[in-house]
């Protein structure tokens, strides 16, 4: 059983920036990792995802405002948000897995005004 455990989170105004960490408790090393995010009375979406190799997806909603990176020795994944706007807001999720989740973290809420 892997835990993850989201931080990073917090209240600001359009225009700026927040970067979210995703600690787990197990090896991230050559795994997929991912970042949703959901609204009250809305589906869970995705957001960006990085798989083994490196390579990475965005929303098309974040694409050139948002950036995933991992640390492999902190098994810890970051989202980087540059640029935010309202619609931005919700509670954002690390999950493990990129096709298909396996693990999912308590959420850290984003609120932009």
């Known amino acids: 059983h892997v835990q993850l455990v989201e931080s990073g989170g917090g209240s600001l105004q359009a225009g700026g920036s927040l970067r979210l960490s995703c600690a787990s408790s197990?090896?991230?090393?050559?795994?997929?990792m991912s970042w949703y995010r959901q609204v009250p009375g809305k589906e869970r979406e995705f957001v960006s995802g990085?798989?083994?190799?490196?390579?990475?997806r965005y929303a098309d909603s974040v694409k050139g405002r948002f950036s995933i990176s991992q640390d492999n020795a902190k098994n810890t994944v970051y989202l980087q948000l540059n640029s935010l706007k309202p619609e931005d807001t919700a509670l954002y999720y690390c999950?493990?897995?990129?096709?298909?989740?396996?693990?999912w973290g308590q959420g850290t809420q984003v609120t932009v005004s």
């Open positions: 197990g090896s991230i090393y050559c795994s997929d």
């Open positions: 999950a493990t897995g990129l096709a298909a989740v396996g693990y």
């Open positions: 990085i798989d083994s190799g490196g390579s990475t």
